[in-house]
């Protein structure tokens, strides 16, 4: 609340000096540069308690999310939400394990004889690779 009051206020010093420099004649494309540029120092010199008030606040936010590993503070529907995704991704990461483990059948409810190619495996030649992000490709430079 206290980083929503002080943006209104300076955003209503600017409004403030804009509105003064246009009414002393200042028409031109300048008038907002100029206006911004009033608006910061007076800001400045005006608003020091609510911009410490401010400052404070995003302060005890950052060490919240500090005290909780990174991770955002949510609450109420959010939470809710958030649980159900959590299980979602670790049910749908359970069943891909157990679909990647050795020995499990195919689609024909057959596990595969050894040595055949598996349907899945890429044609030689065209493998591609993991990156950083997760997301799978060509990595930079290949030849295709």
Aim: aromatic residues 4%; contains cysteine; negative net charge.
């Amino acid at each position: 609340m206290r980083l929503a009051v002080y943006s209104l206020l300076r955003l209503g010093l600017f409004a403030v000096c804009l509105g003064v420099l246009y009414l002393v004649g200042m028409r031109s494309f300048l008038l907002v540069v100029v206006a911004a540029l009033v608006a910061w120092g007076l800001s400045y010199v005006l608003l020091g308690r609510w911009r410490d008030a401010a400052a404070s606040q995003l302060a005890e936010a950052a060490e919240r999310r500090k005290a909780l590993g990174g991770r955002a503070e949510l609450t109420g529907k959010a939470r809710e939400q958030a649980d159900l995704e959590d299980a979602a991704d670790e049910a749908a990461r359970a069943s891909d394990v157990a679909d990647a483990a050795p020995g499990a059948e195919d689609a024909s409810g057959t596990a595969p004889a050894a040595g055949t190619p598996d349907a899945d495996a890429p044609e030689p030649g065209t493998e591609t690779t993991t990156r950083p992000n997760g997301t799978a490709g060509r990595a930079p430079g290949d030849e295709l």
